[in-house]
């Protein structure tokens, strides 16, 4: 990143002295609106701005309103994203990255307004304030995918995000404060940090697009007619014919969701589909854990790809962008022969060209039967392939263990609190019910020192005296009885938490053997295809020419280091 930092500043810079210039955009009203006064009518028809709605009824804001963004500050008083702006950007560069606005003529100013009144300035300027127009006003995507998540996934699956605690965060939210999880679940999220904001994709093919190929040559996509950055999972989903003839490396598939996930997704989540379904989606994982495809590692380790991989074949077209040898003879068989007669393949009955390594993980047998001479390489490419699959699926498992405990610990802080929340609540109202009980007693010597006839009649005194005694050690016994029962009954479900993390840990355990065994009994089954007799007699001598029984990936999960 240092690299392009002065060019990014350059950049930044030349922005900052455009902002002002808004003569080639719509004109301004006159005077200058205000910053929008976000709030509703309650049921009495009585106007509330949205600090008393985020006071009194939170979840109905982040049910109906959740683009209202705000926070409150240390005296529980609610202030909206303009004021913290104002008042502390750095805080809120550091909380809130979601809260798109910009400035102008020093005032802070959400995204709403802006393409309320320069909807041609922030369709330029900010690519990646994502959102659309709904009955003549502009609402961020977090609305959207609130509100109209079924009209989001089929026009806009590039808005990144997920839900946490019932509200909608975009993808530079996760990636600036839980980078960890999105490692995890949502590699496919594609972006980079600039001076500490994360910006997507799309923001940085606007405007630097030359320094993505070198850099991130993994996030596929293309610009649309209005040119705006799609990417891959768009395309797939709306022009499926023109991916696969002009970016059949674009891998991919959707899932149960029918959502679009690339390569990296699969590998990350389901390894053991890739290997059943794609072992051409060639890559390994770097030193973040994320796995980058073969086109990335040759992009920008080439010496690392050609040592550890030497069977990702492919080469680099005359723009720089390395593609696999699928796509080489899908787009310039004649190119491909000429200059890797190494790259040894055949057609599938769907006539895709798949090389040797595809054919010995999806159908050894037929590969075997038609080209003998394959015997060798193939059977060393799934040795190769049998040790990287293996650390694939350990590197999701020990990501399962990492989440199952992290979990754990975010369970036990939330219930330890929970558990200094109820005892100082009951010792509160301990507190008050002797507070109570005393001023009562007050009040009782009071009366009774008012009824004494004589100095020497003390009979009502000492009636007083020894109820209040009597009384005040049964609500101390009752007081230490409530404790003990509620420290119980916390005890009680801390052990019942502790057996079910328990459970949930021999659980994950139990499913990754079983994992392990079925993968290396499929492995098994492998090797003895390369054992079997060869010609017209070999088991697998009748098997279709298409994809076979076999299906584990060729090159993923091997962890550069």
């Known amino acids: 990143m240092t690299r392009i930092k002065g060019m990014l500043a350059a950049a930044t810079f030349f922005l900052m002295l455009a902002t002002p210039v808004f003569a080639q955009y719509q004109a301004w009203p006159n005077p200058i609106p205000p910053a929008p006064n976000w709030g509703d009518y309650d049921s009495g028809h009585t106007w509330r701005d949205a600090s008393w709605w985020w006071q009194s009824q939170p979840e109905w804001v982040k049910q109906h309103h959740p683009e209202w963004w705000g926070d409150f500050d240390s005296d529980h008083i609610w202030h909206p994203a303009s004021w913290w702006w104002n008042s502390q950007p750095a805080w809120v560069r550091l909380h809130h990255p979601e809260w798109w606005g910009d400035y102008y003529e020093g005032q802070w100013y959400p995204a709403t307004w802006w393409y309320q009144y320069q909807p041609g300035w922030a369709r330029e300027h900010h690519p990646e304030w994502w959102g659309d127009d ?3 006003v502009w609402y961020p995507a977090g609305w959207w995918w609130q509100e109209q998540p079924g009209w989001v996934q089929q026009n806009h699956p590039e808005w990144w995000g997920e839900n946490w605690d019932g509200q909608w965060y975009p993808a530079p939210w996760w990636w600036q404060l839980q980078p960890d999880w999105v490692v995890a679940h949502h590699p496919d999220w594609w972006g980079d940090y600039y001076e500490g904001v994360w910006y997507a994709a799309p923001w940085w093919y606007q405007y630097h697009p030359d320094w993505v190929p070198l850099h991130h040559p993994d996030w596929w996509g293309e610009f649309d007619n209005h040119h705006y950055w799609r990417p891959a999972g768009w395309w797939w989903q709306y022009s499926p014919d023109w991916v696969r003839q002009n970016h059949p490396d674009w891998w991919g598939e959707f899932d149960d969701n029918h959502i679009w996930r690339p390569a990296g997704w699969w590998w990350q989540n389901r390894p053991d589909w890739v290997r059943e379904n794609h072992p051409d989606w060639w890559g390994a994982f770097d030193d973040r854990k994320i796995w980058r495809p073969a086109s990335w590692w040759y992009a920008t380790k ?3 790809a050609r040592e550890n991989h030497p069977n990702w074949w492919g080469d680099f077209d005359d723009k720089r962008v390395w593609h696999s040898d699928t796509w080489w003879h899908q787009h310039d068989a004649a190119w491909a022969d000429q200059h890797h007669p190494e790259w040894k393949g055949d057609y599938n009955d769907k006539h895709v060209w798949h090389d040797l390594h595809w054919w010995a993980q999806k159908n050894p047998g037929w590969a075997l039967q038609h080209h003998p001479e394959w015997g060798d390489q193939m059977r060393d490419s799934v040795a190769r392939a049998h040790g990287e699959q293996r650390l694939a699926i350990q590197q999701k498992h020990n990501v399962e263990l ?11 802080d939330e219930a330890e609190r929970a558990r200094a929340a109820q005892l100082q609540q009951l010792q509160q109202r301990h507190d008050q019910e002797t507070q109570n009980f005393e001023r009562q007693h007050l009040q009782d010597e009071q009366k009774a020192a008012a009824e004494k006839t004589h ?13 209040h005694e009597q009384q005040s050690s049964e609500m101390v016994r009752r007081h230490q009885d409530e404790t003990q029962t509620l420290v119980r009954q916390q005890a009680a479900e801390q052990d019942r938490q502790q057996r079910q993390q328990y459970a949930q840990q021999q659980e994950l355990q139990r499913q990754h053997s079983q994992q392990m065994e079925s993968f290396e009994r499929q492995h098994a089954q492998q090797v003895k295809t390369f054992e079997a007799p060869r010609g017209g007699g070999g088991a697998h001598a009748a098997e279709p020419h298409g994809d076979g029984e076999f299906g584990a990936p060729h090159g993923g999960g091997i962890e550069h280091h």
């Open 134 to 136: 709904y009955q003549n």
């Open 302 to 304: 080439p010496d690392w």
């Open 455 to 467: 100095m020497e009649d003390t009979s009502r005194w000492n009636q007083v005296e020894d109820r």
């Open 402 to 412: 990492q989440e199952l405990e992290h979990n754990r610990l975010q369970q036990q």
